[in-house]
């Protein structure tokens, strides 16, 4: 299987991360088009959209987010 090297897993959380997210987060936003049977292009398009707006966001964040965890918990 193809690896990401080590170094890089930072990034690769945040793409994953971003990912999840967004593809939470559009479904929810798309509910309003299922009933016009247009939800799978809405959210695909929405999704996309979003997920290249968070990724940056969720790379920046995430070091601040882990230390803050870290912080908080024992």
Do not use: D, N
């Amino acid at each position: 299987m193809w690896k990401i090297p080590r170094e890089y897993r930072h990034f690769a959380f945040g793409a994953i991360q971003a990912g999840v997210t967004c593809g939470v987060a559009s479904a929810i936003a798309s509910m309003p088009f299922v009933a016009e049977g247009a939800f799978v292009s809405h959210w695909l398009r929405v999704y996309f959209f979003s997920w290249v707006a968070v990724l940056p966001i969720v790379i920046a964040a995430a070091p601040f987010v882990h230390w803050l965890a870290g912080r908080i918990t024992r």
